[in-house]
């Protein structure tokens, strides 16, 4: 049977990373700058749209799903002070527009890979297994 | 064979062991009376306050889940439970005739030992009544 380790979470954090980063980062490379700033090509725009969406829903539904508000609320708190620890011994400088864009993009990728590993890490720590109910299903 | 019916046999020991010590961790560094925990380091006044931040904010998410899925296994009878066993245990110790009864003086640390005993059993649980009886602890999310 497969354990989940550190490797699985890792590759779900980096997962996270890439898809975020995919979809919007400062540096003028991702979906949305090809999006506003580059013409043509609008067939294959709407299927890399597509499916940036199905790939972001299907993150932000298991994270809302296994975290919770709860969850949610006090892992942004924590990368949050992380970010703000790291600020305050000069590794990281906010003034610069495009570093407090990626610094929120990274806490949110962060909260993606917990959100796709807390289920797991449940498991595997209490036994406990997450459910959907899909007799009524929820719009989440 | 689905993944969700299988009952692979459990190795008691180190399951509980390796729960108890996490549990135990997040209780003994939030508080204990030897004056290294966080607590101490927090009122202490000295040092980089957004690392104690940092740490407190961990220090909460960490035992928010941990006493959510504790509870969640065991609930208010499971801990009756394990707080009646401890109580037996010294009954029993008294019963020995290691110490008298009247001698029996709860330390903040005995208070702090049987808190994580009480997460870390809580945390265990499910493995437990899966094996025995099958049945899985499921939580239905919204």
């Known amino acids: 049977m497969h354990e989940f ?6 590759l ?5 990373i890439l898809l975020v980063l995919a979809t919007y980062n400062p540096f003028g490379f991702s979906y949305w700058d090809w999006l506003t700033h580059d013409g043509g090509y ?18 932000t539904v298991s994270t809302t799903r296994s975290l919770g508000i709860i969850g949610i609320g006090l892992l942004t708190a ?5 970010a703000w620890l790291l600020v305050d011994h000069n590794l990281l400088d906010l003034n610069d527009p495009r570093m407090f864009a990626l610094t929120g993009l990274l806490i949110l990728a962060a909260v993606y890979g917990m959100g796709l590993s807390w289920s797991h890490i449940r498991n595997e720590l209490s036994g406990q297994v997450h459910s959907i109910d899909v007799t009524n299903l929820t719009p989440i | 064979m ?6 692979p046999p459990i190795n008691p020991l180190p399951l509980v062991t390796k729960r108890w010590l996490i549990s135990a961790a997040v209780v ?3 508080y204990n009376p ?3 925990s966080y607590y101490h380091w927090v009122t202490d006044g000295s040092g980089s306050l957004t690392l104690k931040l940092v740490v407190g904010i961990f220090l909460l998410a960490a035992s928010v889940a941990l006493v959510r899925m504790a509870f969640l296994s065991i609930g208010y009878r499971g801990i009756v439970a394990v707080l009646s066993l401890i109580y037996g245990s010294i009954l029993f110790r008294v019963g020995l005739g290691w110490f008298e009864f009247v001698d029996v003086d709860i330390e903040t640390y005995a208070i702090l030992i049987w808190v994580s005993t009480i997460i870390g059993v809580g945390i265990s649980w499910s493995f437990f009544q899966r094996r025995i009886s099958g049945d899985k602890y499921v939580i239905k999310t919204p």
């Open chain 1, 42 to 59: 609008a067939s294959l725009k709407v299927l890399a749209g597509v499916a940036l969406l199905i790939l972001h829903i299907v993150a």
């Open chain 2, 2 to 7: 689905a993944s969700l019916t299988k009952n």
């Open chain 2, 34 to 36: 030897s004056g290294h």
């Open chain 1, 78 to 82: 924590f990368y949050g002070a992380v």
């Open chain 1, 5 to 10: 380790n550190w490797l699985s979470y890792l």
């Open chain 1, 12 to 16: 779900r954090w980096v997962a996270s």
């Open chain 2, 28 to 30: 003994f560094g939030i």
